[in-house]
């Protein structure tokens, strides 16, 4: 029983997030989440309470999608800095490739309009840059002189500006693209002997290989 209903809960998310990223908060509701995922409308209020708590379930999706990958590139071995720019190239496929982050995205673009408590963006990611800068600053990968803090809120303002461009223009179909020129002018200015090209190639190699099927289902 359990398990059936955890089956239920998931297609009716993933209907909702669907929806959500295609028409918005307020532009989806219950009966179209109904319609589109086969279930009905007491099924979705059962399990989520309302289409507040349904946008809520999706954002809360959205953010655990990051943990995992976060873990993931810093246990790896290899330069730290490496390591960070691989970081932020899967995360750039992520907001390409994953409707569940692409619909938390466009949740949380328009959370004036959701009526409940949302996460606050950014500072976990900044907080995350922060401190692989610092263990590069430790490894000796770091220009000297490097502010830390000032490095990490310019990563991660940069990195979501480029994918919020890439989105406008393309629907993010050149994110990876974008992220990697933002990284060859900011490397230089961040690494203690200057190889932007280097690291990317070595980076990409490191990359997951994901079907060309897959990535153009997901758009």
Not at 36 to 48: E, N
Not at 85 to 114: F, P, Q, T
Not at 137 to 166: C, K, M, N, P, Y
């Amino acid at each position: 029983m359990q398990e059936r209903a955890e089956v239920t809960r998931r297609s009716i998310l993933a209907a909702a997030a669907l929806l959500f990223e295609r028409h918005g908060y307020v532009g989806t509701s219950i009966s179209d989440v109904a319609r589109t995922s086969g279930y009905t409308s007491g099924a979705i209020y059962f399990h989520f309470g309302n289409k507040e708590g349904l946008a809520q379930s999706v954002l809360d999706a959205y953010f655990g999608e990051w943990p995992r990958l976060v873990e993931k590139w810093r246990s790896r071995g290899g330069p730290v800095l490496d390591r960070t720019v691989g970081l932020s190239l899967e995360v750039a496929r992520e907001y390409r490739d994953n409707l569940i982050v692409r619909a938390g995205n466009r949740l949380w673009n328009e959370h004036k309009s959701i009526p409940t408590h949302l996460p606050q963006p950014f500072v976990g990611w900044i907080s995350t840059v922060a401190e692989l800068l610092a263990e590069a600053r430790d490894a000796g990968e770091l220009a000297a002189g490097t502010d830390v803090s000032r490095a990490a809120r310019v990563v991660v303002a940069g990195f979501f500006g480029s994918h919020s461009i890439s989105d406008a223009l393309d629907r993010r179909r050149s994110v990876e693209e974008a992220v990697a020129e933002f990284w060859l002018l900011v490397l230089p200015g961040l690494q203690a002997e200057p190889d932007p090209e280097g690291c990317l190639e070595r980076v990409r190699g490191r990359l997951p290989r994901r079907p060309k099927s897959e990535a153009a289902a997901a758009v």
